[in-house]
T-cell receptor, first 114, second 110 residues
């Protein structure tokens, strides 16, 4: 199994509070991704990174920011959490370019915003 | 735009075959297939690249029709372990990210 961990694994927070989710990898892969998974929507890309300090937006990036200061860590921040951000969040990594290489997923973080 | 998967759900008995389809409104550079079991993370199955190259699973096959912008996943002689939700993902070009479909839920019963 690819060495990917996510923390925390579960979190309950109140509307309006900031939340940071962490993804840590031990594979030294260049690409890292944050997805959210909601019933009826599948997996939707929030942000991704193609190197240290290099990030770009995905299809559902509003309300989220990311940072990557080290190859192994990719942080996802909800500046002011809303109930619509209740979801399961998956981090993924891939070795090389976005099209031709498989992605390996972390175990997920279940976030509930009350 | 997310690729469209069909069917949305299917129930099989052990040993039966199934086909899951994935259609894209955009030109395809590659198609990915993943399987997710309940409560777990998605797991890579296969990549089909423009030009015919394939990488992936030994017991599951797939096709990729570039002209029709479609891919199909073939599950033969299904086993209980095949149960889960199958996601296709499409990449429009080499420098664009993967976009997943909404998934097909497959249930294999004894």
């Amino acid at each position: 199994d690819a060495g990917i961990t996510q923390s925390p694994r579960h979190k309950v927070t109140e509307t309006g509070t900031p939340v940071t989710l962490r993804c840590h990898q031990t594979e030294n892969h260049r690409y890292m991704y944050w997805y959210r998974q909601d019933p009826g929507h599948g997996l939707r890309l929030i942000h991704y990174s193609y190197g240290v300090k290099d990030t770009d937006k995905g299809e559902v990036s509003d309300g989220y920011s990311v940072s990557r200061s080290k190859t192994e860590d990719f942080l996802l921040t909800l500046e002011s959490a809303t109930s619509s951000q209740t979801s399961v969040y998956f981090c993924a990594i891939s070795e090389r370019d976005r099209g031709g290489y498989e992605q390996y997923f972390g175990p997920g973080t279940r976030l509930t915003v009350t | 735009q997310q690729p469209v998967q069909s069917p949305q759900a299917v129930i099989l008995r052990e040993g039966e075959d199934a086909v899951i389809n994935c259609s894209s409104s955009k030109a395809l550079y590659s198609v990915h297939w993943y399987r997710q079991k309940h409560g777990e993370a998605p797991v890579f199955l296969m990549i089909l690249l423009k030009g015919g190259e394939q990488k992936g699973h030994e017991k599951i096959s797939a096709s990729f029709n570039e002209k029709k912008q479609q891919s199909s996943l073939y599950l033969t002689a299904s086993q209980l372990s095949y149960s889960g939700t199958y996601f296709c993902g499409r990449v429009a070009s080499g420098n664009t990210p993967l976009v997943f479909g909404k998934g097909t839920r497959l249930s294999v019963i004894a």
